[in-house]
């Protein structure tokens, strides 16, 4: 069985503050993926990052960054710089065992950036 | 434009109306699923496809049937719609699975 947790129901930070989104998951599989998707007001879910398990560099897009380790099993994501915009719901997510049955998604982490 | 298309977007119905949710994508992806997300429970997944004629339950398939006769698309029906099934529904598609899904823009059922 496959799990992903984001502990963090909802955070609240002032604009321009960094701010990590954390990630824990399970699986037995040694093979895996990873990602992040967005969700904004507007109810879209936006692809943020894909990461496979063979891959532990860390990932750095413009404000964003995602910390992948498989030590601990976490795969955590920071807004650095965080701006109104940046107010989302925010879902991990893990696929694995190579067939179609989808994504497993954490419950989300609601974000709330405050001018 | 590679899309996941899914109709209505906003839909209100009553307890026991058969309704269907259609899905299509014009990405000649073979995986296809329905996700359903309801507050602090995330999205799960109700039913997914590998290809078509072969479909098979997700967590949560109680209430719900699909099918897949065409690539393209994979419609999620409700025979008997009940206020349980009052959610946001994504469909979502993808080549292969490892390189992540493309998701429509949801469709809020909400039934009274």
């Known amino acids: 069985a496959q799990k992903v947790t984001q502990a963090q129901t909802e955070i609240s930070v002032v604009e321009k503050e960094d701010v990590t989104l954390d990630c824990v998951y399970e699986t037995r599989d040694t093979t895996y993926y990873l990602f992040w998707y967005k969700q904004p007001p507007s109810g879209e879910l936006v692809f943020l990052i894909r990461?496979?398990?063979?891959?532990?560099q860390n990932e750095i897009s413009g404000r964003y960054s995602w910390n992948f380790q498989k030590s601990t099993s976490s795969f955590n994501f920071t807004i650095t710089a965080s701006q109104v915009v940046d107010s989302a719901v925010y879902f991990c997510?893990?696929?694995?065992?190579?067939?179609?049955?989808?994504?497993?998604f954490g419950k989300g982490t609601h974000l709330i950036i405050q001018p | 434009e590679a899309q996941v298309t899914q109709n209505p977007r906003y839909l209100i119905t009553v307890t026991g109306k058969k309704l269907t949710v259609t899905c299509s994508q014009n990405?000649?992806?073979?995986?296809m699923s329905w996700y359903r997300q309801d507050p602090g429970l995330g999205l799960r997944q109700i039913y997914y496809?590998?290809?078509?004629?072969?479909?098979d339950k997700g967590d949560v398939p109680e209430g719900y049937k699909v099918s897949r006769k065409e690539k393209r698309n994979f419609p999620l029906i409700l025979e008997s719609p009940s206020p349980n099934q009052t959610s946001l529904y994504f469909c979502?598609?993808?080549?292969?699975?490892?390189?992540?899904?493309?998701f429509g823009s949801g469709t809020r059922l909400t039934v009274v």
């Open positions: 496809s590998m290809n078509v004629e072969v479909t």
């Open positions: 990461r496979n398990s063979f891959d532990e």
């Open positions: 990405m000649n992806h073979e995986y």
């Open positions: 979502a598609s993808s080549l292969t699975g490892t390189y992540g899904y493309t």
């Open positions: 997510a893990l696929y694995s065992g190579g067939g179609a049955d989808g994504l497993t």
